[in-house]
Structures are given as C-alpha cells and as structure tokens.
C-alpha cells in the first residue's frame, strides 16, 4: 500500500476550521484516501473516504487535489472533543488490501 | 456500518498465562482482523482472521504466540500466549465487507492488556 506523510501535530481554536493535511504522492489509480481518528483510549473512529471527488459527510469534508496526490480533511467547527490522533490512510478495495496505520497528526482542539 | 464489542475492556495478568480476547460483531462480515498497539505507537495489524481457515499473519507474529479463531462470520478469538510485559498493550478488533460498495472498515473499543 502507498504511504503518506502528515504533520505530527497541529492546533487550532475551538469554533473554527480545523485542516489537516496530507501527502500521498504514491497513490496508485484505484487507492482510496481514507482518515480516521482515536481519541484517547478508545478505538479508531471512521471518519470519511474518497478516490478522486470531494467528499463531505456530517464529521467532515475530503478535500483530495486533482492529481491525487495529497488531500485535506477538513473539520468545519473543530470542538474539544475533535482533540485525536486523525490518521490518513491509502488503501485499495478488496480482500487484498490493508489498512496500514502510521503515526498520524495529533489534533489539539483548544478553548 | 458494523457495531463490534470486545471483551474484556481490560485486564491485568501474570507473565507466562495467557489470555483470549473475544470480538463479536453486530452483523455478518467478510473479513476480520487484529491489531496490536502498543503504549505511545500507532496500530499494527497482527493478522487476518480467516473463517473456517487458519488466520493469515503479518511478519513478526506467529500462530503459537497469537492463535486466532474465527467459526463464523459474526465473531472472533485472539489469544495471547505465554505473556510477558512487552505483551501490555491495547488490542483491537476489526472488520469490513469486501464487496459492499464502500468497503469501509470499522473498529472495536479495544482490549486494554496490563502484564505484570
């Protein structure tokens, strides 16, 4: 699977747009950019995913350039609770592909 | 999306006893894994939980050290051998449906191993 490479650590202030970046400059035609988060002792949260297109759900939107080969997550309204390690992570579909985990960007929400 | 429960949330045991940490998933899936994490690090994936097969394992891990059942499609067993303190981490059940549309992976709330 193709890595990618985040900023260890970001903050932003609570209220406004948190935008978490990430490269992945190896992605192959059919990888999906997927991003998760875990808070603090529990397990890692789904957050969204995409090929190519913007995406936006009710956590956030995937911002993926037009090359693919980085992308943003983008939390519109960033709370104390948005305060996690959000891991962004390239995977295939199908029964061959893994999710590899690498050390993410831990987000600190502040008040 | 599927709901996946552990048990136990936690425990702590002694070095050299082993323990079998239970995953139960709210719905059939295709495929489940385990993962290892270890204090202050990031998710690595112990293996594949293969049904009615043996599990698939990822370099580092073998099967007398982590045996993995999985007789159905709804749940799964991880066992930890012969344990000692480099064992104390949180473990992590995972699964997904190859096939559905968006093949997404979800997570269980993890198991959190103490050895002493």
């Known amino acids: 699977d193709a890595k990618t490479t985040q900023p260890p650590s970001m903050d932003c202030a609570e209220g406004r747009a948190a935008n978490l970046p990430c490269n992945h400059s190896t992605i192959s035609g059919n990888e999906y950019v997927y991003w998760y988060r875990q808070i603090h002792s529990q397990g890692p949260q789904y957050i969204i995913h995409g090929l190519k297109n913007n995406e936006t759900n009710e956590m956030a939107s995937l911002i993926i350039t037009e090359d693919r080969k980085s992308s943003t997550l983008i939390l519109p309204h960033a709370t104390l609770r948005d305060t996690a390690v959000y891991y962004c992570?390239?995977?295939?579909?199908?029964?061959?592909?893994?999710?590899?985990f690498g050390k993410g960007i831990t987000l600190s929400v502040r008040p | 999306s599927a709901v996946i429960s552990q048990k136990p949330s936690r425990d702590i045991c002694q070095r050299g006893t082993s323990l079998t940490i239970q995953c139960q998933v709210d719905s059939q899936v295709t495929m489940m894994f385990w993962y290892r994490q270890q204090p202050g690090q990031s998710l690595t994936l112990i293996a594949t939980?293969?049904?009615?097969?043996?599990?698939?394992?990822e370099s580092g891990f073998v099967i007398d050290k982590f045996p993995i059942s999985r007789p159905n499609l709804t749940f799964s067993t991880l066992t930890v051998s012969n344990m000692s303190p480099e064992d104390s981490s949180i473990y992590l059940c995972s699964a997904r449906n190859t096939g559905a549309s968006t093949d997404t992976q979800y997570f269980g709330p993890g198991t959190r191993l103490t050895v002493l």
């Open positions: 939980a293969n049904q009615g097969s043996e599990a698939t394992y």
């Open positions: 992570i390239v995977r295939a579909t199908g029964a061959n592909s893994k999710l590899t």
